[in-house]
DNA sequence: GCAGATTGTTAGCCTTGTCTAACTTTATGC
DNA sequence: GCATAAAGTTAGACAAGGCTAACAATCTGC
């Protein structure tokens, strides 16, 4: 990620003096929504070349349910950030950086949505909620998720 | 809510028979997105009010965790949206549906947090996440965690 | 009651993320 | 192998949400 540096910054407080700790943890959810979006698309794509065999700008359209221009624009930034490579007409591939990240946000997404169909949530529900709250657990709150999960 | 309209059009799949599920989920979350910071906003708001009698910009300032400016353009938007009444120079009112909505976040606010509590989190830990998640959780969500929470 | 500090506003910049319209390239079917 | 369809790109608009710099209003202490 490019804009990690924030999250990190974020734990031996950069700010002036004004250490809030109510605004610390608004800092820690503006980051957490600015790597929304780029989880989400490595996420998918990584599932479109496991269930597909490519990435094609098309199927990200139709699953995020964005038009062509948007995912293009898109796809642009996370070549710039380096989760992804891309050539003009071609389908879209991981570099390894993305490979990773793709992985650790399945591996949330798996773990938020065990979690909230064992809690006696619809499919559906735990789907939608999943694809949400996945940007906003941390590795705590994810253990935890995890054990639940296991435990019933 | 003004955009709130988008959250009930995906109800009944408003796409051009695209209508993936995937989709849809996407959909509801964007929705979600386009509401996080005005939730937070009227929730601080109707805080400061309680505590400090009054919600002053600068308050808002520092426990959001920005500066004097984006609050000043972020309450802008908030009344032009009709949650808040302002006039320069002087404190921010909630309106009457202002007043509902922060009502229902932090009523949702506290159920999450309560949650993650009771799920052995620590405090600090979950009072970040809850920040998070409280604008990714449904009613049906909302409803097991406050079970959970109330349980346990 | 005024100087200086604090608070608030305005202007303007930047990035992200969405869209439509128009065009180009690639794929497909006969 | 060419016409058409499908996929992809480019240009450009727009709103949100962040910032800094500069200025204006208000408050406070003496
Ligand atoms: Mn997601
Ligand atoms: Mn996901
Ligand atoms: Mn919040
Ligand atoms: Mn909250």
Redesign the interface.
Same mark, same amino acid.
């Given at each position: 990620m490019t804009n990690n540096d924030h999250q990190d910054a974020v734990a031996h407080e950069p700010?002036p003096r004004?250490a809030?700790?109510?605004?610390?943890?608004?800092? #820690? +959810?503006r980051a957490?929504?600015r790597n929304?979006l780029a989880e989400?698309y490595v996420e998918l794509i990584a599932e479109l070349i496991h269930t597909q065999g490519e990435a094609r700008p098309v199927d990200i359209a139709?699953?995020? #349910? +964005?038009t062509a221009p948007t995912v293009a624009k898109t796809l642009d930034r996370l070549a710039r950030d380096g989760l992804i490579t891309r050539a003009k007409y071609r389908s879209v591939f991981l570099t390894e950086e993305g490979r990773a990240l793709a992985k650790e946000c399945r591996h949330r997404h798996e773990i938020v949505l065990r979690f909230?169909l064992s809690?006696?949530?619809?499919s559906?529900?735990?789907?939608?909620?999943a694809?949400?709250?996945e940007?906003?657990?941390?590795e705590?709150?994810l253990a935890?998720?995890a054990a639940?999960a296991n435990r019933s």
């Open positions: 700010e004004t809030d700790s109510r605004a610390e943890a608004f800092h #820690g +959810v957490a929504r929304e989400d139709t699953k995020m #349910g +964005v909230l809690l006696g949530l619809d559906e529900t735990a789907e939608r909620d694809e949400g709250i940007h906003h657990v941390s705590r709150t935890l998720f639940f």
